[in-house]
């Protein structure tokens, strides 16, 4: 007798998306503009290496293509609070990126499916 399970469901599904994205031609651009003193380490995951992004300094990923997931993690430590500038655009996604002081929820991931719903884990 075979037992029939159900998916686990994503997080993404259990959730509302922070914010939309319009991809041009299955592509977006994303924006992050780190707010900290500390250095961010970010990866567009499968699409480059990591960087660095020092404290103060945004910087542009163009041309992502969808769905893509970006990584963000502070070299001190700290737990970065990832909240989008602007809840749609056509696209571009500015993300700004925080100090937090609460580990109330895991940050630092960013999904953006291909039709453009962003989510953050």
């Known amino acids: 007798m075979s037992v029939s399970r159900q998916p686990i469901p994503y997080p993404e599904s259990r959730q509302d998306p922070i914010a939309t994205v319009m991809p041009t031609a299955g592509t ?13 380490t970010y ?6 290496q990591p960087r660095i992004l020092p404290g103060r300094e945004e910087i542009v990923l ?13 070299e001190d430590g700290g737990l970065v609070k990832v909240m989008p500038l602007s ?6 996604l500015a993300v700004s990126l925080d100090e937090k002081t609460t580990p109330d929820n895991n940050q630092g ?5 291909r039709d453009g719903q962003v989510f953050l884990n």
């Open 43 to 48: 990866q567009a995951i499968a699409h480059t």
């Open 87 to 92: 809840k749609s655009d056509s696209g571009v």
């Open 28 to 40: 977006v651009d994303v924006r992050l503009k780190n707010n900290t003193n500390a250095r961010i």
């Open 62 to 74: 163009q041309d992502l293509p969808t769905p893509v997931t970006i990584t963000m993690v502070r």
């Open 109 to 113: 991931v960013l999904r953006i499916q």
